[in-house]
């Protein structure tokens, strides 16, 4: 999870990455239920909206899914930065409820 990030704009941020709008979170728990080893799958949400976007490609071999998320999410699309912006959480629910 990402917070208090100075300069943040969504705008420039969805420029740089391909993502889906999800009708809900709930689409976004169904997606994250169906087994997809094939795919790199990981959800944005952004504070104060109510809107769920997948970000998902092909996986290379051997590639985890926090490597791409530091690689082309955090650092690709938000520029490199120091972790005090960065906090790890494990699962919707308790990123739902920060």
């Not at 990402?2 to 809900?24: A, H, M």
């Not at 120091?82 to 919707?92: P, S």
Request: aromatic share 8%; charged share 25%; proline share 7%.
């Amino acid at each position: 999870m990402v917070s208090g990030l100075p300069d943040f704009e969504p705008r420039s941020f969805f420029n740089q990455i391909t993502v889906e709008k999800l009708p809900s979170l709930a689409t976004l728990r169904e997606l994250f239920a169906t087994p997809a080893p094939e795919q790199v799958r990981i959800g944005v949400a952004l504070r104060g909206t109510a809107a769920i976007y997948l970000f998902q490609r092909l996986r290379n071999p051997g590639e985890l899914d926090v490597q791409v998320l530091h690689r082309e999410l955090l650092e690709g699309a938000l520029g490199p930065r120091n972790g005090q912006y960065l906090r790890y959480v494990r699962g919707l629910d308790e990123a739902e409820g920060t």
